[in-house]
């Protein structure tokens, strides 16, 4: 590799989280490179990790740049632009290269977007972030706004100016938001304008380059079936459909299908990746060639076939007159414009992987049932400790969540943390989503509540649990709100359901006590967790929101009711539940329940008798 091409890996080896195999990028640049070569990379990739501050840890971010985009709005004839949290793949967490939203205005949550007109700009979050968006963006520059009672929809038609272009990249919207913002923008008089390349990058100087991270195969010990039967079931479930093909854009259906991990986002082992399936259960992926990790190569096969993501338009329009799905909810606009340019009959459907990777298989369920066990032994200790320092007094936020971190990197099955530790203490537990940072920081005090959300990622599985801990003698109020979250976590761990019961069908168990008392919770009650993948995933979900999936036997689900007091304290608790079959004597119909994986206490101090 010559000198130019290895500083240009290094570059996306900084633009990559790392997680805790810092030695594995070695291998994509010098897989021979002896011990003192390896020092000698991991010197020069220290110094091109330095070279630049990226921006992205300012919040709120400086106004100069919505002023820049501004000005880069005039000079390509706009008059509005769109800017999302998400990226071309569309998923939870982006790299440091895709954060534009968090670049533009500072905040740093996993979901909401931004609209930038020539003289107004408004954010749109959701319920988990109505309390970090004040603290985290300057409202008087750009204001917040909730998505319910504000949808960024009718924000268009009550401000876009008539005959006003508002732009967006195409990449970075589905097609289901564009088609909202295509009609809003209508309504309004105005149009909604396609850019060929993002106006932010234009003006991010220091943005960091594309992530490359090893992508290494998932063996079998954890994946429980092979690469080669997973893409002949999906190829027979498409020729069953009478489609030619299927466009993946997941790069979690990705992995899965394919048995393959990376490290390109934080908390996620996802190689940033398209997919194009075929009836034959042949794969064209579509992936930077210089994150194949030695041997990678070898385990995709001669049924897989690997171009650079430059390639993917291309080979998007060369489906001229085939049936080929693609899901509306998960692909960006750009894959349909592709299709259509192409002549491709587009289907608009589900994911075909998004089901069976939702059914996890015996080795899989072996696989997260182990990796509660070793997860639990290490959040028991946690609280054991949490008890202990809170009784000496001075036990802060970000040392707590340090502590919890370093208990689960004491197994080498743990490869990093499966998002970012919600550590918050007193008021910040109110924050759906807290981020503890510098800034935030506090000391945890007697009298107040402690919520810890916190989960790992092991190779044989995904981990996620909330525990709410009463520092000193909680109120009755505390105790009143906990027991009533409480009674609706049992509710659902306990819940016996018909076979097509869907989540939204059960949610109201979980909030139940809470309404009796006229209270209740605005996030859902639980969602999908993956294998080693995505501690959030779909297609099934527990929450208010209709939805058509019903739960199957070896879905992984969230159990997480709470209740949240603005400005005093926030309560959760938090299992993962696996549906099994269940036996219930002089059952007319095939039932099912929820089998409890995490295994962790809960503080019964909180519990009103």
């Avoid at 299908?257 to 940033?272: W, Y």
Wanted: include cysteine.
């Amino acid at each position: 590799m010559s000198v130019e091409a290895a500083r240009a890996v290094l570059a996306g080896v900084a633009g990559a989280p790392g997680g805790r195999t810092p030695e594995a990028w070695v291998d994509l640049i010098a897989p021979d490179a002896n011990a003192a070569q390896r020092a000698r990379l991991h010197g020069f990739a220290k110094t091109v990790a330095q070279v630049s501050n990226d921006g992205l840890g300012e919040s709120p971010a400086p106004p100069e740049r919505l002023a820049d985009l501004r000005a880069e709005m005039v000079r390509r004839n706009l008059d509005g632009f769109i800017v999302p949290r998400t990226d071309e793949y569309q998923g939870e967490y982006v790299p440091p290269h895709s954060d534009r939203l968090r670049w533009l205005t500072g905040f740093s949550g996993s979901a909401g977007v931004a609209i930038v007109l020539a003289d107004k700009a408004a954010i749109f979050i959701d319920g988990r972030y109505t309390l970090q968006v004040q603290s985290e963006v300057r409202p008087d520059i750009v204001e917040p706004r909730h998505l319910a009672d504000a949808p960024p929809g009718e924000w268009i038609i009550d401000h876009l100016p008539k005959g006003a272009k508002l732009g967006f990249d195409p990449w970075l919207h589905t097609q289901r938001s564009a088609d909202v913002f295509r009609k809003a923008a209508g309504k309004a008089g105005g149009a909604l304008i396609a850019v060929a390349d993002n106006p932010i990058d234009a003006i991010w100087g220091a943005q960091p380059a594309a992530p490359i991270a090893p992508v290494v195969p998932h063996p079998m010990e954890y994946a429980g079936k092979s690469a080669d039967e997973k893409r002949r079931e999906i190829g027979a479930a498409l020729q069953k459909d009478g489609l030619d093909a299927a466009v993946l854009t997941a790069p979690d259906s990705i992995a899965w299908l394919l048995n393959i991990r990376g490290g390109d986002v934080s908390h996620t082992p996802l190689p940033l990746s398209f997919a194009i399936v075929r009836q034959s259960g042949s794969v064209d992926l579509f992936i930077d060639p210089r994150k194949l990790a030695p041997g990678a190569a070898a385990h995709l096969g001669n049924g897989v076939a690997v171009a650079a993501p430059d390639a993917f338009p291309a080979a998007l329009e060369a489906l001229d007159g085939k049936s080929v799905r693609v899901d509306p909810g998960g692909a960006a606009s750009a894959v349909f414009d592709h299709l259509k340019t192409g002549g491709a009959t587009v289907d608009s459907g589900a994911d075909p992987c998004a089901l069976p990777k939702a059914r996890k298989n015996d080795v899989e369920l072996t696989g997260a049932r182990n990796a509660h066990e070793r997860d639990g032994a290490a959040l028991t200790r946690f609280l054991a400790w949490v008890s202990t320092q809170s009784q000496q007094g001075g036990l802060r936020e970000i040392q707590a969540a340090d502590q919890l971190q370093a208990y689960r990197y004491e197994s080498d099955m743990a490869r990093d943390l499966s998002f970012r530790t919600i550590s918050g203490s007193g008021a910040n537990g109110a924050i759906v989503h807290y981020s503890v940072s510098e800034k935030t920081d506090r000391t945890i005090l007697d009298g107040e509540l402690f919520l810890v959300d916190s989960g790992a990622q092991y190779l044989d599985g995904t981990t996620d649990v909330t525990r709410t801990i009463a520092i000193g003698a909680p109120s009755l109020e505390m105790k009143d709100r906990f027991t009533r979250v409480l009674k609706g976590h049992i509710a659902i761990a306990t819940a016996r359901f018909p076979k097509g019961v869907t989540g939204s069908q059960l949610d109201p168990m979980a909030r139940r006590a809470l309404w009796d008392a006229g209270l209740d919770f605005d996030h859902g009650t639980g969602h999908g967790v993956g294998s080693y993948l995505g501690v959030h995933e779909g297609p099934h979900r527990i929450s208010k929101a209709g939805n058509t999936i019903a739960l199957e036997p070896g879905m992984i689900v969230s159990n997480e009711p709470g209740y949240y007091k603005t400005g005093e304290y926030g309560i959760r608790i938090e299992n993962l539940i696996v549906v099994t079959a269940c036996d219930l004597d002089g059952a007319e119909r095939p039932m099912l329940a929820f089998e409890t994986l995490t295994l962790a206490p809960i503080d019964c101090t909180l519990i009103d008798p």
